[in-house]
């Protein structure tokens, strides 16, 4: 018996922008933004630290991350040698696949976390897109031992090529994650997604949080700043962070409170007090109930460069 298998469609457009092979110098930051696109970013060689969304991730050689379009996010090498990555936005008009990339701000397969299921096919996509990369580079400059490179233009084969590699990464990353991280067809768009308009409202609201998280502004007060009521502006926020404005300002204020316990010898009144909490009672209560102890048992004996009497 013969069997014929048929695919009615299996062509989706997907576009990729500003594919980019470089380096980056030990101290070399990148402040936070977003991008209107998804980003696929992989790591060649040295380390890179994201913050993304208040979450800390770092990028080791053979990892591959794919970043939410409007997720923000920044970038910092502290270690004591260069990074180099390869790094390209891309959009897609799959309407499934837009939904599974969606789902998450962020996908990261690691070498190291996921090393017993890692496809060595991603390893050998970043080799491919390297030597694609490094064909393009004109000889005249190659003696220089440049890390990063301007193309212009790739050849007809070439820009298939980096199609090719792009969209073959995509789908390795894709098919490590769980079946049931992708959203249930049966849920409406509505639910799914949040508009370029939401997005962008939400930024805003996340820096006037940011701003006013140690005054007494109310919730209210910078609602109507942007001309919305309460409910709308908790909303649009909680929709897009998944959390809401209070909480997050509670995060970032236990952040602010370990960095400063941690990292500072200043009294632990005059944090609560740069907090904008009313008195140290206050902080040390709350405080209790985030991290399980008193801010005096949380702060360090002794600092790692002082000896110890």
């Known amino acids: 018996m013969t069997i014929e298998v048929a695919l009615r469609r299996t062509m ?64 910092w090498n502290e270690v004591a040698q260069p990074y180099l990555f390869f790094h390209a936005h891309f959009d897609i008009d799959d309407h499934d696949l837009r939904q599974l990339l969606h789902a998450e701000p962020y996908r990261h397969v690691s070498v190291h976390s996921a090393s017993a299921g890692f496809p060595s096919f991603l390893g050998d996509i970043g080799q491919s897109l390297e030597k694609l990369m490094l064909r393009h580079v004109p000889e005249s400059v190659k003696h220089l031992s440049l890390k990063n490179f301007w193309i212009k233009h790739l050849s007809l084969q070439g820009r298939l090529m980096l199609q090719a590699y792009v969209t073959l990464a995509i ?17 409406p768009a509505s639910a799914q997604y949040s508009s370029p308009m939401e997005i962008d409202t939400a930024h805003k609201i996340e820096r006037m949080l940011e701003e006013n998280a140690h005054t007494n502004v109310t919730i209210t007060d910078l609602a109507g700043r942007l001309g919305l009521s309460r409910t709308q502006f908790t909303k649009v926020f909680t929709k897009v962070y998944g959390i809401s404005p209070r909480q997050f300002v509670s995060r970032h204020k236990l952040n602010m ?31 209790r109930r985030w991290v399980g102890k008193p801010p005096s048992h949380y702060r360090p004996k002794y600092k790692l460069d002082e000896p110890i009497p």
């Open 257 to 287: 409170a370990k960095t400063l316990i941690m990292n500072t010898d200043e009294p632990i009144g005059e944090i609560a007090n740069q907090l904008g909490f009313s008195n140290i009672g206050h902080f040390s209560r709350q405080f």
């Open 12 to 75: 989706n457009t997907i576009q990729v922008y500003n594919s980019k092979f470089g380096s980056r110098a030990p101290g070399w930051s990148y402040e936070k933004h977003y991008h209107p696109y998804c980003e696929l970013l992989h790591c060649r060689e040295g380390e890179i630290r994201l913050e993304l969304e208040g979450r800390l991730l770092v990028m080791c050689p053979g990892d591959w991350l794919i970043i939410k379009s409007r997720v923000k996010h920044r970038l």
């Open 171 to 187: 789908a390795e990353i894709v098919a490590l994650q769980p079946n049931d991280s992708a959203p249930s067809g049966d849920e």
